[in-house]
C-alpha cells in the first residue's frame, strides 16, 4: 500500500520559515516524480513546486526564490523549505507522486501564516 506523509505543517508569523516533509512508502521512491500542491480556501488546488526523479526542479512563480524543493531517496523522503512566508501562502499543501499515468496524494497539512 503506497502512502504519502506530510509533516511540518503548522502556524508562522509573516516572514518566518518553515519546512515541510512527505515521507513515502509502498512506493520505489526514486522512480517518481514529487511535487508539493497548495490549495487554499476557496481556491483551486496549485502546484508549487517539483522535482523530477533526475533531480530538476520548478517552481510557480509566486514562491521562486523563497521556496526550495528537494528529496532525499535514500530516506523516501521529498522536502519544502519555504522561507519569507506571507498570508497569501496560507493553504493546505499535499505531497504528491508520479510515475507515468500514476499519481499519489499524501492527506495534506495545514499551513497558516499569521500575526
Known amino acids: 500500500q503506497v502512502q504519502l506523509v506530510e509533516s511540518g505543517g503548522g502556524l508562522v508569523q509573516p516572514g518566518g520559515p518553515r519546512r515541510l516533509s512527505c515521507a513515502g512508502s509502498?512506493?520505489?521512491?526514486?522512480?517518481?516524480?514529487m511535487g508539493w500542491y497548495r490549495q487554499a480556501p476557496g481556491k483551486q488546488r496549485e502546484l508549487v513546486a517539483r522535482?523530477?526523479?533526475?533531480?530538476?526542479?520548478n517552481y510557480v512563480d509566486s514562491v521562486k526564490g523563497r521556496f526550495t524543493i528537494s528529496r532525499d531517496n535514500a530516506k523516501d523522503t521529498m522536502y519544502l523549505q519555504m522561507t519569507s512566508l506571507q498570508p497569501e501562502d496560507t493553504a493546505v499543501y499535499y505531497c504528491?507522486?508520479?510515475?507515468?499515468?500514476?499519481?499519489?496524494w499524501g492527506q495534506g497539512t495545514q499551513v497558516t501564516v499569521s500575526s
Open positions: 504528491n507522486a508520479r510515475l507515468s499515468v500514476t499519481a499519489y
Open positions: 522535482i523530477t526523479r533526475g533531480a530538476r526542479t
Open positions: 509502498g512506493l520505489s521512491f526514486s522512480m517518481y516524480d
